[in-house]
């Protein structure tokens, strides 16, 4: 069985950055991010195969957040800079062999942390 646990959420001002950090137990798989806003679906933000060789953005964060793995550390990370405050939304870390850009794929979650950007 497979543990997520995220952290680094919080509350930053527009244009701020911040990093958020998913630390697995068991086996490194692909492991992605996804966010769910107040009164909406789960959306996609990024993705990144378990070698770090491939990642894949959404679109509404292209160019502003980076993913990364360290498998030494069996953590992921998403770097979030140029933040706008319709990024504010609970963000969740997903793993699984199949993880991929739609949520049903991935079979292991965290807990979720906060991210507020505001205006």
């Known amino acids: 069985q497979v543990q997520l646990v995220e952290s680094g959420g919080g509350v930053v001002q527009a244009g701020g950055s911040l990093r958020l950090s998913c630390a697995a137990s068991?086996?490194?798989?692909?492991s992605g991010w996804f966010r769910q806003a107040p009164g909406k679906g789960r959306e996609f933000v990024a993705i990144?195969?378990?070698?770090?060789?491939?990642?894949y953005y959404g679109d509404s964060v292209k160019g502003r957040f980076t993913i990364s793995i360290d498998n030494a550390k069996n953590t992921v990370y998403l770097q979030m800079s140029s933040l706008k405050p319709e990024d504010t939304a609970v963000y969740y870390c997903?793993?699984?062999?199949?993880?991929?850009?739609?949520?049903?794929?991935?079979?292991?979650w965290g807990q979720g942390t906060q991210v507020t950007v505001s205006s």
């Open positions: 990144i195969n378990w070698s770090g060789g491939s990642t």
């Open positions: 068991g086996r490194t798989f692909n």
């Open positions: 997903a793993a699984g062999p199949r993880c991929g850009l739609q949520s049903k794929e991935c079979d292991y």
